[in-house]
């Protein structure tokens, strides 16, 4: 991908329709190449831009089996979970929009049941094939609202669209709605957990030991995980100013080291984004950082379907 993770990933292939012919045409999965970056940059970038349009209909499996690929994001209480999801909502939208409730200013996480978006294209018929679902926040050295039983048993597929989570009642084969025998659609596909550049410092290590916990246990499922790193523009002056500055930043190197801490992960699996907030129009650099984050994703993705479906 075009992330600069020192794997040796083949990236997948998508098919969508070109402008000139409107017949499909296959491109890799890197929707776009970052500007060439000086000597010092901190991770390496491919040369190029952002493409003047946007991919509709993706095929990530060359199946009907599994039409869309499934991304679970797991983080703390207002780690940028939700707007992550606007915010990629946004830039194929091509406008400003926040489709996932974000509750910033409540001490408790906003979402509170299980809640799928599917990504779609300016035009709502065109779905990009990206479903990103959103669960309640996890507590500072806890996992709130939640148990570690109903994170995993959201990954496995059993647990319905709109489950209202509740600490005093698990998911179990008698609550409503519960998919007893979840086919490879329903189930995650990729797990992508979410942390706050500004508050990587002050997370406590309780909150370690959650994200070491989470990650045996998801790993267990053979589900590939990655790492978001939001809010990056609030650690970096420079960065704030011109996010395309994010590579060239030396504190955010830094603060990518403490993320790769916090979770238990080498860096390479971790991405830097800054999602949307008070801007009422796209930013293309801001777009490129996203487009980032949803490549390396779907590379991940990508592997479940390889070791899961006979291509």
């Not at 709605?177 to 290590?205: N, Q």
Request: charged share 20%.
């Amino acid at each position: 991908g075009v992330t600069g993770a020192q794997t040796t990933i083949a990236p997948p292939v998508f098919s969508f329709p070109t402008a000139s012919t409107g017949q499909p045409s296959t491109q890799p999965a890197a929707l776009f190449s970052l500007s060439s970056q000086p000597k010092f940059s901190w991770r390496n970038q491919n040369e190029g831009e952002k493409p003047e349009e946007i991919p509709g209909k993706q095929d990530f499996c060359c199946t009907s089996e599994v039409p869309q690929a499934r991304v679970l994001l797991l983080g703390p209480l207002h780690s940028g979970k939700s707007s992550f999801i606007s915010s990629v909502q946004s830039l194929f939208n091509g406008r400003v929009s926040n489709r996932a409730m974000v509750g910033s200013f409540f001490p408790t996480s906003f979402t509170k049941k299980l809640q799928s978006f599917s990504i779609h294209t300016q035009k709502r018929e065109e779905n990009t094939g990206l479903v990103l679902c959103d669960i309640p926040g996890l507590g500072d050295g806890e996992v709130s609202g939640l148990t570690l039983h109903d994170i995993l048993s959201v990954i496995k597929g059993h647990v319905p669209e709109g489950h209202k989570f509740s600490p005093g009642q698990p998911v179990v084969s008698e609550t409503d709605g519960y998919v007893k025998s979840p086919s490879l659609k329903e189930k995650i596909h990729c797990v992508a957990f979410v942390v706050d550049a500004s508050r990587i410092t002050s997370y406590s290590k309780g909150l370690g030991s959650t994200f070491k916990q989470l990650r045996e246990h998801i790993s267990d499922l053979c589900v590939h995980q990655v790492a978001l790193l939001t809010h990056v523009d609030k650690v970096c002056p420079k960065t704030a100013r011109d996010v395309s500055e994010v590579y060239r930043s030396l504190s955010i190197k830094e603060t990518m080291s403490k993320a790769g801490a916090l979770l238990g992960m080498s860096t390479s699996y971790i991405v830097p984004v800054k999602n949307y907030s008070s801007e009422l129009d796209l930013d293309v650099n801001t777009d490129v950082l996203l487009l980032s984050a949803v490549d390396h994703i779907l590379n991940y993705a990508d592997l479940f379907f390889q070791d899961h479906i006979d291509l």
